[in-house]
């Protein structure tokens, strides 16, 4: 690879050793994601631009787990820094209002960047009004869609010339349960595809679901393209998967395949995935969870958890190295994912309550990392 993805900063300390220095500046150090060295990655940066950039890791005051991580000594401190320095998405929406999206923005950048202006900088994107199940039952009012398209517009003209990687309204099948079939949803989503995919070095991922998520009997990849042709594919470089279900790297590289095999039978050829692996370190499908609540699986009880076990735990930690022999992948899922996939990405947040919703929890966050088998 020409570009190597350069370490952020210095080692991690021992935690015990750690004296943090006044807010402004306290970063737990950061691991370098791990990414590509083949010279067949040279050839393949062209086509992926997540390998142009080092990447920035944002550790402020918008991210619970280094909020935490300040807090912290000790052990507890060195189990939070492996969270908190990694490069990961930060969701932006509707609790962030219009008049100060572009300056949230803005200092989320400069944080992320860390003085380096050529660092790639991760969010997600999660603004329509309504969406999720509400979205099912009534469609934004026009002044709704004013109002996104002018927080969108802001966003947009904060990101300017950044280096980005936007995942796009996560939570994606949500878009064809609008009332009577109703495009409007996905209209929005689309005008954000385009507003941001007209950054220089913007690079979108538009939300699709998981490969359990439309299930092949409810249309499965085919029904994931009408999500993503609806919401601006055309203008994005790709879509994302999995970010709040817990499915294999093996099933959503199968379903990254399907879904740019037809999206280049359908026009758009050259799409390629990015696939969440925050919070599938022992996979399972999420129809398959054995515990009360799949919106909260438990966190799993060791490293070695049977595979008899559905629970919930990190995985892959971000990378660009898709195809690595480190991940144990089956030859084919390693091959597909070097053609079809850009990278593993942390967009989901497993350390959070309720697939992603807030309070942050520190002892889950903890036992997240205690847990993972790529640690």
């Not at 050793?17 to 006044?22: F, I, T």
């Not at 790639?120 to 009534?138: G, K, N, S, Y």
């Not at 309204?169 to 609008?178: I, M, S, T, V, W």
């Not at 294999?248 to 990254?256: L, Y």
């Amino acid at each position: 690879m020409t570009n190597p993805i350069a370490p952020l900063v210095a080692a991690l300390a021992a935690a015990a050793a750690l004296v943090a220095p006044p807010a402004h500046s306290a970063r737990p150090a950061a691991h370098a994601p791990v990414h590509q060295t083949s010279r067949a990655a040279a050839a393949a940066a062209a086509n992926n631009p997540l390998l142009a950039h080092p990447w920035g890791a944002y550790q402020g005051k918008m991210e619970p787990s280094w909020v935490a991580w300040t807090q912290a000594t000790g052990t507890a401190k060195t189990r939070l820094a492996y969270i908190a320095s990694k490069p990961k998405d930060h969701w932006f929406g509707h609790w962030n209002p219009n008049d100060k999206i572009g300056d949230q923005i803005r200092d989320y950048i400069a944080n992320s960047q860390d003085g380096n202006p050529d660092a790639l900088v991760q969010m997600a994107i999660f603004r329509v009004v309504p969406w999720e199940h509400d979205a099912c039952t009534r469609l934004p009012t026009k002044a709704e869609r004013a109002s996104y398209r002018q927080w969108i517009d802001r966003f947009a003209a904060a990101v300017g010339n950044t280096p980005t990687a936007i995942v796009l309204q996560p939570d994606g099948p949500f878009a064809l349960c609008a009332p009577h079939g109703s495009h409007v949803p996905s209209n929005l989503v689309a005008y954000a595809s385009r507003v941001l995919s007209a950054q220089p070095r913007t690079t979108v991922y538009i939300e699709a679901g998981a490969d359990d998520w439309p299930a092949p009997s409810r249309g499965g990849a085919p029904t994931a393209v009408k999500i993503l042709i609806r919401g601006g594919i055309q203008y994005a470089h790709g879509f994302a998967l999995n970010g709040t279900h817990y499915d294999s790297i093996p099933n959503e590289v199968n379903r990254a395949t399907a879904i740019a095999k037809i999206l280049a039978q359908k026009g758009y050829p050259g799409r390629k995935a990015v696939i969440n692996t925050s919070n599938n370190g022992h996979p399972f499908r999420f129809a398959q969870y054995t515990g009360p609540d799949p919106l909260n699986p438990v966190v799993c009880p060791s490293r070695t958890t049977s595979a008899s076990k559905t629970c919930e735990t990190l995985g892959v930690p971000p990378t660009t190295d898709v195809a690595s022999a480190r991940w144990k992948l089956p030859a084919l899922t390693a091959a597909r994912a070097a053609k079809y996939v850009d990278a593993y990405l942390w967009f989901g947040r497993p350390w959070l309550h309720h697939v992603g919703s807030q309070p942050f929890r520190t002892n889950r966050a903890i036992r997240l990392v205690e847990t993972t088998p790529y640690r």
